[in-house]
C-alpha cells in the first residue's frame, strides 16, 4: 500500500512502462514527483486506487487507466519544463512540448507534425530532430498513439460492428473509415473488429 | 433556494429545499477544468428539483456524473428511482427532467460532461442511470480517485494541469460509461435474457417503475425482444413480475405481523394498496389480511380457493 503523501518515485522502467517516449521519461525520472499537491496528488490518488482497489481490471481497462496515467505524467514533464528549462536537455524540453499538443489533439483530423511545429512556432525540421532520439518521429508517434487507443477502445466490444469501427476511428483522429482500418491492419496485422468492416 | 447558472458552473437551475427546520447548513464549491465542470455539496438533508426550463433541450453538456461521498441520494427521472448509497457514483441525463431525495446529512460532488465526449445516447444513459457504479468497480474507483484529487488540490494547479486533468476525467468518464453498457451486452449474450431478466426483476421488485420497457432498456433489447424471449417459458414477464411480487409479500407477511399492508405493498413496488390487495387475491384466493391471519393461526376457516401451502 502507497503512503498518500510520500513522494512518488518511478523509476525509468516505470515511465517506460506507461507509455511516456524517452524524453519524457528523462525529465520525469530526474527527481521523485511531489505527492502533496498538484498533480501528483492526482496521479497518487489514481494509482493508489489501482492497486488497493478490489475488483480485478481487465486488460482494456488496465490499458485506458494506463492512458490516464501516461497524459498526467507527461503533464507533469510539461509543469517541469515551464518551470525551468534552462537547467534541461532543450531536445528533451521541445519533445515534451510538443507531446502536449498531441495529447491536447488526437482527436483532431488536422493534427500533422506541421501542425505541431507550427503550434510551437519552430520548423518541422527542428521539432524532428528534437524527436531523432525517441524512438518514433513526430507522426509515427501521433499516427501509434491514435491506434493504440483505438484498438483498446475496440478491445473490450463483444460485438464491434462497422458503425462501432467506424466510430472509434473517428474519435481518434483517422480521417474516413478506410484510412482507419488501413492503418489499423499496417499497424496490427488484423483489421479493427475482427474482420466484420468491410473495405470503404 | 435557487443556486445560478452560469458557463463554467456545474447543472441546470435546481431548487432546493431542506429536510430540516435547524441548524441547516450548505457548503458548495465550484471547479472547473476545462471541458468539465464540477461542484461539491455538503449540506443537511434536502429535496431538489431541476428547472429544466432554462437549458435548451439540446444543451451539449448534458450528462452528469455523480459521486456521493456521504449519505445517501435517491434520483427519481421519470417512472424509474435509483438509490445511491455512500461511496457509489451515478450517471444520468441532465436534460431530461428529474429530482433528488438526500433523506439526510449528505456530501456528494457533481460533475458534469458533454454527451459527445462521452459517446453516449438518450437509451445509454437511461440504462446507466437505472443503477448506481461501485466506486469498488475499476473505472469507478479511477473516476472516484481523479475527482477526489481534483477537487481538493483546485488552487495548486495550473491552466495547463487542469486542461490534462480534464482530459484524464473525460478518460475515466468514457470508460466508466462504455465499461457498464459493455459489461452488460456481454452479460446477455452469454446468459439467456429471460432468466437476466428474472434476476433483474427479483432485484428490483420493491420499484414502482419495474416493467418490460425498463428492463429492455437496460439490457439493451426491444421490448419485442425480451418479450419473446418469455416465448418458450412457462410464464409471461408480466406473470413472472406478478408471481415474485406475490412470493415477496407473502414473505414480508408472514415475517412481519405487525406490519402494515400499505407498506407491504409498496415494498413490493406496488403505490396503490387496493391494486395490491387485488392482485394478491388473485394469486392467493384471500386478501393480504386475512392470509396473514391465517398464517399466524387466527383463522382456521380460510376461504373455498385457499392457494396456499
Known amino acids: 500500500m502507497r503512503d498518500a503523501t510520500a513522494p512518488l518515485v518511478l523509476a525509468t522502467d516505470d515511465l517506460r512502462d506507461f507509455g511516456l517516449n524517452a524524453s519524457e521519461t528523462a525529465i520525469v525520472a530526474a527527481q521523485p514527483i511531489d505527492t502533496s499537491a498538484g498533480l501528483g496528488a492526482v496521479i497518487s490518488g489514481v494509482l493508489r486506487q489501482l492497486s488497493d482497489g478490489s475488483a480485478r481490471p481487465t486488460g482494456a481497462e488496465r490499458a485506458q487507466i494506463g492512458f490516464i496515467v501516461r497524459g498526467l505524467l507527461s503533464a507533469v514533464a510539461y509543469e517541469r519544463v515551464e518551470a525551468d528549462a534552462a537547467g534541461l536537455d532543450p531536445h528533451d524540453a521541445l519533445v515534451v512540448r510538443a507531446m502536449q499538443v498531441i495529447y491536447a489533439s488526437l482527436d483532431d483530423p488536422l493534427l500533422t507534425s506541421r501542425a505541431v511545429a507550427a503550434r510551437l512556432g519552430i520548423s518541422v525540421r527542428t521539432l524532428q530532430v528534437a524527436f531523432g532520439r525517441t524512438a518514433q518521429p513526430v507522426s509515427e508517434t501521433i499516427r501509434s498513439l491514435r491506434l493504440e487507443r483505438a484498438r483498446v477502445d475496440l478491445m473490450d466490444q463483444p460485438d464491434s460492428t462497422p458503425a462501432v469501427c467506424a466510430a472509434v476511428g473517428r474519435r481518434w483522429g483517422f480521417h474516413g473509415t478506410s484510412h482507419f482500418v488501413r492503418a489499423f491492419e499496417r499497424q496490427y496485422g488484423v483489421r479493427p473488429g475482427a474482420g466484420v468492416i468491410s473495405r470503404d | ?309
Open chain 2, 1 to 309: 433556494m435557487l443556486l445560478p447558472s452560469n458557463a463554467s458552473c456545474v447543472l441546470v437551475q435546481m431548487e432546493a429545499r431542506t429536510l430540516v427546520e435547524s441548524p441547516a447548513y450548505r457548503r458548495m464549491s465550484r471547479h472547473s477544468f476545462g471541458d468539465v465542470a464540477m461542484s461539491r455539496i455538503a449540506s443537511v438533508g434536502q429535496s431538489v428539483t431541476a428547472l429544466l426550463d432554462e437549458i435548451p433541450a439540446q444543451a451539449p453538456e448534458s450528462t452528469q456524473i455523480q459521486l456521493v461521498e456521504s449519505g445517501e441520494l435517491i434520483l427519481q427521472q421519470g417512472a424509474q428511482q435509483t438509490k445511491v448509497r455512500a461511496g457509489d457514483m451515478l450517471v444520468y441525463d441532465a436534460s431530461r427532467p428529474f429530482e433528488f431525495l438526500y433523506p439526510g446529512e449528505f456530501t456528494t460532488t457533481i460533475m458534469q460532461v458533454s454527451s459527445r465526449l462521452l459517446d453516449v445516447t438518450g437509451g445509454d444513459l437511461q440504462a446507466l442511470a437505472s443503477r448506481p457504479v461501485a466506486s469498488s468497480s475499476v473505472a469507478g474507483g479511477a473516476l472516484a480517485a481523479l475527482l477526489h484529487a481534483a477537487v481538493r488540490n483546485d488552487a495548486a494547479l495550473s491552466p495547463h494541469s487542469r486542461e490534462a486533468l480534464s482530459r484524464a476525467v473525460a478518460d475515466a468518464s468514457r470508460l466508466l460509461t462504455q465499461d457498464h453498457s459493455t459489461r452488460r451486452q456481454a452479460r446477455v449474450a452469454s446468459g439467456s435474457l429471460a432468466r437476466m431478466s428474472l434476476e433483474f426483476v427479483h432485484d428490483h421488485l420493491d420499484d414502482p417503475g419495474l416493467s418490460a420497457s425498463r428492463i429492455a432498456a437496460d439490457f439493451f433489447v426491444s421490448v419485442r425482444t425480451l418479450h419473446a424471449a418469455f416465448e418458450g417459458e412457462r410464464e409471461t414477464l408480466g406473470q413472472a413480475i406478478r408471481r415474485l411480487r406475490t412470493a415477496r409479500a407473502r414473505r414480508l407477511l408472514a415475517d412481519n405481523p405487525t406490519m402494515e399492508i400499505r407498506a407491504v405493498a409498496e415494498s413490493v413496488g406496488y403505490l396503490d394498496v387496493s391494486n395490491f390487495i387485488r392482485t394478491f387475491k388473485g394469486a392467493e384466493g384471500m386478501t393480504p389480511a386475512q392470509w396473514r391471519r391465517r398464517q399466524l393461526g387466527y383463522e382456521t376457516h380460510g376461504p373455498a380457493r385457499g392457494g396456499h401451502a
